[in-house]
């Protein structure tokens, strides 16, 4: 079982910027692939960056992320502290909506996993851009 906790969400005006973080506890064997997903109201739930590497800091890291977000947004993780990252810059009020932080056993090196694959999630951060 893997235990997720977000934070860092907020209110910015367009072409701000916040962090979201993910804090994530227990089998970390569960978290090989790790990722952000969010929804905006009224749409689908959207993937919009992963991250799969193994509980090892040595191994290597392979990153996806949604079209949309390639170039603002940087997914991370602090293996020492097991905690996920989204560094979001560049924002726009369409990327309104809540995020949330998604976790698997099963690794996601080949692409960015549907919401749906991910076996644990987060309650949710709110992010707002107002323009």
């Known amino acids: 079982q893997v235990q997720l906790v977000e934070s860092g969400g907020g209110s910015v005006q367009a072409g701000g910027s916040l962090t979201l973080s993910c804090a994530a506890s227990?089998?970390?064997?569960?978290?090989?692939?790790m990722g952000w997903i969010r929804q905006a109201p009224g749409k689908e739930r959207e993937g919009v960056a992963s991250?799969?590497?193994?509980?090892?800091?040595?191994?290597?890291?392979?990153?996806h992320y949604t079209d949309s977000v390639k170039g603002g947004f940087t997914i991370s993780k602090d293996y020492a502290k097991n905690i996920l990252y989204l560094q979001m810059s560049d924002l726009n009020p369409e990327d309104t909506a809540m995020y949330y932080c998604?976790?698997?056993?099963?690794?996601?090196?080949?692409?960015?996993?549907?919401?749906?694959?991910?076996?644990?999630w987060g309650q949710g951060t709110q992010v707002t851009v107002s323009s």
């Open positions: 998604g976790a698997r056993r099963i690794g996601c090196s080949s692409g960015l996993p549907a919401p749906g694959d991910f076996a644990f």
């Open positions: 227990g089998s970390t064997v569960s978290t090989t692939c």
């Open positions: 991250i799969n590497s193994g509980p090892q800091t040595t191994q290597s890291q392979t990153t």
